[in-house]
Structures are given as C-alpha cells and as structure tokens.
C-alpha cells in the first residue's frame, strides 16, 4: 500500500529525495523479500522439508519488528531505512538457511525446486546486506545522496531479488507435485544457486573493488541469464510430458512468467533500439521491461498467496477459484497498461481495484482464524 501510494501521479509533481528513493526500491526490498522469506518460507518449507517447523521463529519475529520500522522510515530518511532492512533480511535468512540445514527430513537430492530458491535468496541475503551496510556507511560518511543509493541498488541487485524467488514460485505452481524427477528437478540446484550467488558477488566486486563495467554486464549475463534460460528450457521440457494445470494459482502463475519474460527482453533489447536523444516523458524500453519485471515478480508472489488462502478456505472452492482468476486477469491487464505513458488511468484504476480484491480472500482466512479460536467451530479452515 505505501508502495502504491508513493507511484500516484499527484505526489510526483514535487517528489522529495525520500519519496523518489522509496518508489524506487520499497517494492523489491520491503515487499519481494520479506514477503518470500518471512511469508512463503513459514508457510511452505516445513511441508517441503517434511520436518516440524522453523528452526529459528524468534529470528522471525525480530526481522518482521525490524521491517517494519524500516519501512516508515524510507521515506523519511532512505540510508536509515535500507539499513534497517539490511539487518530485518539478515534475520529472515538466517530463519531459512537454519531450517534448511537443521530441519530437514529428506535428504538435499530429494528436495523440490522451491526449497532450492528459498536457499538461494536466503545466501544472496548474507551477500547483499552487509556489503549495502558498508556502503551506506561510506556513503554516508562522503555525504553522498539519494540518487547514489539508486545507482547502486539498480542492476544485478534488484534483479536477483526479483528472479530467484518469482521463478521459484512459478515453477512451483505450474508444475505436477508428483513430477520430482523432471528436468526443473535434476536443474535446479545449479541454476538457482547460480542465480542467487554469482550476480551479488559480481555486484559486490564491482562496487567496492576494480571490476570494469564491461566484464560486470558480461557476468551478469553468464551468472543470472543463463540459469533463466536453463531454467525455462527445462520447464518447456518438463510441461511436454504432463499438461498445464489449471485454476487461479495456475493463472496467477502463467501471468507472471508472462510478464517477466516480456520484462527480461524489453532489458536486453534496448539496446538495440535506444536512440541518442531522447524526449522527457517518452517511452522507454529499458524502464517498461524493469517494471514488468516487478509487476511479474508481484504476481508470482500473488499465486503463492492463493495457493495458501485456498489450502486453508473450506466450503468456497469454486467461488474462490472464480474469483482468483478474475482478480489475476485484472492485475495482469493493469501491469500491461501501466508500462504505457497513455494509458496512465486505466491502470492506475485497474491497479487500484487489484489492491482492494485482495482484501477479500485475506479476510475470509483471518475470520475463519477468529471463528475457529474463539468459539472452537471447526470445518470453516482446512487444518495443515
């Protein structure tokens, strides 16, 4: 919501440095990885692990308290904020790399590509905060802006966090539970590990060390390109032999991919098509396939999100099942209109209306939640 609030059009007219900085980042760092590591991870690990629970729940706890300061603080002041997100995710991650390592029942061959993402994001996390630390103390020691902070969190940062956990998810969702030896599985350990450790290192080289730009953007496409690409050719392989599932996860699912492959090769395609001189307020390739890519990554987290609501709702299957679609079929038309500078009202209204459905399926859960602990009824929730 503060993410919405701070894209309207109204507060661009005289955006302040904070404002500028907190539309720019609070969607990936404060909503991608918080919600994947100390949403979806709580949710699913233990069930994938088939062990009992997570490891460190009190590390959970802090690093949500931690979050959730910084998140109010971004606007106000953005070193203090990313800071405070530094150590809420160094939290989380240790919550997932602990439970991962401690306790699990099945051993490392037999686990699901999920897990392998859930890992991945969890060891870029041990990357990315100390040295995004570090750099907020020598910035801030030089008297650096805010505009330097941007600089620094655009690239192989952001489009880590954004890849690893949305290609986890999708994956997830679109394939058969009981395929576990497919291509996505035989796969998944290299790509994904790829994925969540080269890019940072690579990042981290070039901020701090003598890594030239040129071999940077080589890297990157090495260290997080491929292992996509890898990736998607399994997934089209694996989905040959077995038929697409359906249902609002599905479609949740099916629209993020959708978008992120559109986002991935509007990136790489720019430039191929920039020009030298461009005009204030025109449209840019590079910009719109960055904010596919966000809009994706939102609805891979969306499918997870269902798939949870629906494991938990009783008696409302085919309801909520329609309702899920809708609401994908939505958001997905206003991610569509929103990388268009014409069509800026149609989907801020499409979005907006987006944002109020979800009301609906999170409330359904929590009175069911209410009922069942205050009067004992049971039947409205499915217990895990």
């Not at 701090?208 to 998607?232: A, H, I």
């Not at 309702?323 to 997905?332: E, I, L, P, Q």
Request: hydrophobic content about 60%; some cysteine; charged content about 5%.
């Amino acid at each position: 919501m503060l993410g919405g609030v701070m894209g309207l059009p109204f507060l661009h007219m005289h955006p302040s440095a904070g404002v500028i900085v907190s539309h720019a980042v609070l969607m990936t760092f404060y909503v991608v990885c918080p919600a994947f590591l100390g949403g979806m991870a709580p949710w699913f690990l233990p069930e994938l692990l088939k062990g009992e629970g997570m490891a460190l729940p009190s590390a959970a706890r802090i690093g949500f308290g931690v979050l959730a300061v910084g998140a109010f603080l971004l606007p106000v002041m953005p070193s203090v904020g990313l800071a405070l997100w530094c150590v809420g995710v160094l939290a989380l991650a240790f919550n997932v790399l602990a439970t991962v390592l401690e306790m699990r029942s099945i051993p490392f061959r037999q686990c699901p590509p999920l897990v392998w993402a859930f890992l991945a994001d969890a060891l870029s996390m041990l990357i990315i905060a100390p040295v995004l630390l570090a750099f907020l103390l020598r910035s801030g020691m030089a008297g650096a802006g805010p505009d330097a902070l941007l600089t620094v969190l655009r690239g192989s940062v952001e489009m880590t966090l954004l890849s690893v956990p949305s290609l986890g998810i999708i994956l997830a969702a679109l394939l058969p539970v009981g395929l576990k030896q497919g291509l996505v599985a035989r796969c998944a350990p290299y790509a994904f590990g790829i994925m969540g450790v080269v890019p940072v290192l690579l990042w981290a080289d070039h901020l701090f060390g003598e890594l030239s730009s040129s071999v940077y953007r080589g890297g990157l496409t090495v260290g997080l390109g491929l292992p996509c690409l890898v990736l998607l050719v399994a997934f089209a392989g694996d989905l040959w032999r077995v038929s697409l599932p359906s249902g609002s996860v599905a479609g949740w699912a099916s629209g993020g991919l959708v978008l992120l492959l559109a986002g991935w090769a509007a990136m790489l395609t720019e430039p191929l098509w920039a020009s030298q001189t461009m005009q204030p307020g025109a449209f840019m390739l590079g910009a719109a396939g960055h904010q596919l890519v966000m809009f994706g990554s939102l609805l891979a987290l969306s499918a997870a999100f269902y798939g949870w609501c629906g494991s938990r709702l009783v008696r409302r299957g085919r309801f909520f099942a329609i309702f899920g679609t809708v609401h994908a079929m939505v958001t997905f038309a206003g991610a569509l209109c929103s990388v268009l500078p014409q069509m800026v009202l149609p989907a801020a209204l499409l979005m907006g209306t987006s944002l109020l459905m979800f009301a609906l399926p999170a409330g359904m859960v929590w009175y069911g939640m209410l009922v069942e602990r205050t009067h004992g009824v049971t039947g409205l929730l499915r217990k895990q």
